[in-house]
C-alpha cells in the first residue's frame, strides 16, 4: 500500500513527486485500444492518466446502471496500472469534455424541471444513487488500497456556472466520503469571471485549467492553492472542431512546449487531451453562446496522439521535452495498429424514411407534441405528424418550443429546414388546399455541455403548435433512437429528396482501422454493424469518420447511411488517411 498526500507539494509515500499526466476518454476509445494508447502515454513520458467518467453512460436509464465492456472504468484503471501508470479520476456528475448534455443524463429532463448542480431540490439526491452504483468500482482502485488512483475531483469547472454554492460542493465532497472515497481531492477551474472564487471546496486543492500564458495564469492560482502545490489540471494542448468551422483547430508544437516548461518549473500537468478519440453515436456536445454550434463527431482536439492513435508532431516534441527534463522518463513506442483503404463501395438498397416508419418505432398521440425527453427518448431524432384538411392553403408555422433542428415535409416532400434560433419565428408554409400529411422530422444535434444554457435542454418539440394563431391539435409523436435498423426493407426507396437509409457491404478478411469518406452525401448518421458510429454534414469541417478495427468483424459488414436532406450518391469511400489536416 501507498500514501499519497498533499503539503506544499504532492508526496507519493514521503517523497514530493510531480504529477505528469494525459487526459484519455476511456468512453471514446474502444477498449481493444486502451493498452495501446496508455502504453503510448507512459512513452510520451508521463506517469500518469486522466480521465472524467460520465453519469449518462454509466446511468443510461433511470436506475439501471453499467460498468461493463468498454464502461469497465476499473479494468481501464487497472489496465493503466499494468502500464506503470497513476491514475487521476474525476467522476463528478458534471464533465463538460464536449459532451453529450456535459456527461448529464437525458432522463434528467423527462418530468419537471430538476435544477442543476445545486443542493436544492433532487439533484444530490439522484447523484448519491449513482456513487453508490459507481464508487464500488473506484474505491478498491485507490493509492492507499493497492491500486493507481491519487486524486479525484469534487466538480468540474464549478465556478463557471455562475452560482455561489459552497453548500452544493461541500455535499459532492461528503457523498465521495461516504461512499469509500480516500485519497485527496481537486477542483479544477478556468479563470474566466473569477471562476476560481466560487469552483474551489474547502478539503480541497484548487487546479486550474488553461491553454497558454503559463506563468501568469499560475500566479493567479497561486493564492487559492493555499500553499499546496500548483497543478494545471487540464492544460489544453488542442480545441475541438464544432459543425460549421472552417478549419480543424490546431496549435503549435513549440508554442505547447514553451508552456509546458513553464508549467512544470513551477508544478504538476495534465495534458488535456493527450489523446482525445472519438464521440461516438449521439454523444457530441454543443455550445451556445448566442447560437448553437454542435461540435463534429471527431474529438481528435489536435492532440498528441491523434483521433486514430498515430502520434504526431506535437507528441515527439513533448516527448523529447520531457526526455530532456527527466532523462529515461520515456520509452519505446508501441508498433502502429494497421490501416486499410477498402476503396469505395456501391449502395446496394436504399429504404425512405416514411415508408420505413412502421418498422422504426410506435407513434404516441397526442393533442400537442411533447419533447423527446417526455417520450422516454434521449437521443437521435423524432418526427410529428399531423393531417390537415383540403382548403387549407398555408399559412405561418409557429412553436411554443422546438430544438434543434427541423425539416418540414408536406406529403413526404421536403418543404422547408430551420435550425436553432431560426425556430423561434414563424415560419411560411405554402400548401396545396389538397389536404394531407405534414410531417415535422427534429434531430437532437447534442445537448449543451457548458453554462446556463444547459438548463434548457428539451429537443424536439414541446407545446403547441399554430397555424396562423390557431393550434393545430391531433399530432403523432414517432420517436426514433434509431437503435435498431434491423427491419428495413431496402426496396422501399421513397421520393429521391426525402430522408432515406442506405445501405452498403464492407467483406473483411482482416479488420483494420480505416476512415469512411461522405464527401458528397448531405447530413445525417453512419451505423456499422448496427451501432451508430457518428453524425457527418457536409458543411465541415469534418468530412471523415473514423472507424476502427475493432467495430469490424470478419466476413460481410453492414454499413447504413441515414441521410435526411436528399443529397446522396450510390458509393463511399473507405480510405487509409483520416482527412483532418494533420501532420503525419
Known amino acids: 500500500m501507498s500514501a499519497f498526500e498533499i503539503r506544499d507539494r504532492f508526496y507519493l509515500d514521503g517523497a514530493p513527486f510531480q504529477i505528469i499526466s494525459g487526459s484519455i476518454h476511456y468512453f471514446r476509445v474502444p477498449p481493444a485500444y486502451w493498452d495501446d494508447r496508455l502504453k503510448k502515454l507512459k512513452a510520451m513520458g508521463c506517469n500518469t492518466v486522466e480521465t472524467y467518467v460520465p453519469w449518462n453512460l454509466h446511468e443510461p436509464r433511470r436506475g ?6 468498454g464502461l469497465d472504468v476499473g479494468a481501464f484503471l487497472r489496465l493503466a496500472q499494468a502500464n506503470g501508470l497513476y491514475a487521476i479520476v474525476r467522476p463528478s456528475p458534471y464533465v463538460c469534455a464536449e459532451w453529450e448534455f456535459g456527461g448529464l443524463p437525458a432522463w434528467l429532463l423527462e418530468g419537471e424541471n430538476i435544477p442543476l448542480r445545486t443542493h436544492e431540490g433532487p439533484f444530490l439526491g439522484l447523484v448519491d444513487r449513482y456513487y453508490r452504483a459507481l464508487f464500488p468500482h473506484l474505491v478498491p482502485l485507490q493509492i492507499d488500497r493497492g491500486g493507481p488512483v491519487l486524486l479525484m475531483q469534487v466538480e468540474n469547472e464549478f465556478g463557471a456556472w455562475g452560482a455561489e454554492d459552497p453548500e452544493y460542493l461541500a455535499a459532492l465532497a461528503g457523498l465521495m466520503r461516504d461512499n469509500g472515497a480516500t485519497v485527496p481531492f481537486i477542483t479544477s477551474d478556468n479563470l474566466e469571471n473569477e471562476s476560481l472564487s466560487r469552483g474551489t471546496c474547502p478539503g480541497a486543492l484548487a487546479t486550474v485549467n488553461f491553454g497558454s500564458g503559463a506563468a501568469e495564469k499560475l500566479e493567479v492560482l497561486r493564492p487559492y492553492a493555499k500553499g499546496g502545490p500548483l497543478m494545471v ?43 482525445g478519440g472519438t464521440s461516438f453515436g449521439w454523444m457530441n456536445g454543443a455550445n451556445d453562446y448566442g447560437r448553437l454550434t454542435p461540435d463534429v463527431t471527431s474529438y481528435d482536439y489536435d492532440a498528441p496522439l491523434p483521433e486514430d492513435g498515430r502520434p504526431a508532431g506535437k507528441y515527439f516534441a513533448i516527448r523529447q521535452a520531457l526526455e530532456r527534463r527527466n532523462p529515461g522518463s520515456t520509452g519505446e513506442l508501441p508498433p502502429p495498429l494497421p490501416r486499410r483503404a477498402w476503396g469505395e463501395l456501391r449502395c446496394q438498397g436504399r429504404a425512405g424514411l416514411f415508408p420505413s416508419l412502421g418498422k422504426l418505432g410506435r407513434a404516441a398521440g397526442r393533442k400537442a407534441p411533447c419533447s423527446m425527453e417526455r417520450l422516454g427518448q434521449g437521443y437521435g431524432y423524432i418526427l410529428y405528424r399531423t393531417r390537415l384538411p383540403a382548403g387549407r392553403m398555408g399559412g405561418a408555422l409557429s412553436f411554443a418550443h422546438a430544438a434543434d433542428r427541423m425539416q418540414g415535409f408536406w406529403n413526404g416532400r421536403p418543404v422547408f429546414t430551420r435550425f436553432d434560433r431560426e425556430l423561434a419565428a414563424p415560419i411560411p408554409l405554402e400548401l396545396d388546399g389538397q389536404g394531407g400529411t405534414l410531417d415535422l422530422l427534429v434531430e437532437n444535434l447534442g445537448r449543451v455541455n457548458y453554462g446556463r444554457r444547459m438548463e434548457n435542454q428539451r429537443k424536439g418539440i414541446d407545446g403547441p403548435v399554430l397555424l396562423d394563431g390557431a393550434e393545430i391539435t391531433d399530432w403523432e409523436c414517432l420517436p426514433l433512437p434509431l437503435d435498431d435498423l434491423g427491419g428495413l426493407d431496402f426496396s422501399q426507396r421513397g421520393p429521391a429528396d426525402a430522408p432515406a437509409f442506405y445501405r452498403f457491404a464492407l467483406d473483411v478478411d482482416s479488420p483494420a482501422d480505416t476512415f469512411l469518406d461522405l464527401t458528397g452525401w448531405g447530413k445525417g448518421t453512419a451505423f456499422v454493424n448496427g451501432r451508430a458510429l457518428g453524425r457527418f454534414w457536409d458543411k465541415g469541417p469534418q468530412r471523415r469518420l473514423y472507424l476502427p478495427a475493432p467495430w469490424l468483424r470478419e466476413g460481410e459488414n453492414e454499413l447504413i447511411l441515414f441521410e435526411t436532406e436528399g443529397r446522396a450518391r450510390e458509393t463511399v469511400a473507405l480510405l487509409d488517411e483520416p482527412g483532418l489536416g494533420r501532420e503525419e
Open 233 to 275: 489540471t487540464e492544460f489544453w494542448v488542442g480545441w475541438f472542431d464544432a459543425w460549421g468551422d472552417n478549419v480543424h483547430h490546431r496549435t503549435a508544437p513549440e508554442g505547447v512546449v514553451g508552456d509546458l516548461e513553464q508549467i512544470l518549473d513551477r508544478g504538476s500537468v495534465n495534458f488535456y487531451m493527450f489523446h
Open 64 to 69: 439501471e446502471f453499467c460498468f461493463d465492456g
